[in-house]
């Protein structure tokens, strides 16, 4: 982990920042909490308003490190809580692509 609730002055949001040791590439990570009884996924959420933040809060991010030639990808935490049970977690890597072309 690189850093929690990442907000630049520009505009956009990230929950976290981090970087998978295995490939190497940034990981920009929204996390989204809801009960199995809501009968709603955390992911389905996540919209075009909420993508356009994380993109925004993703570019500021690689400008911050000077436009660094390195992979990035989106990802989705969803975490389910019921009471009295551990929380199921799980991740939905490359949960949507960096919109092509982009202009933020």
Known sequence: MLYRNFRPRGGGEV????????TGELVFVEVK??????????SDVVGREKQYLMTRGALAW???????????????VEVFLEPGQRPDVKVIQN???LPNPYFY
């Open 33 to 42: 909490t809801r009960s199995k009884r809501d009968g709603i996924r955390p």
């Open 95 to 97: 949960a949507f692509p």
């Open 15 to 22: 929950d976290v920042v981090c970087r998978d040791r295995k």
């Open 62 to 76: 690689l400008r911050a490190l000077g436009n660094p030639d390195v992979a990035g990808r989106f990802d989705i």
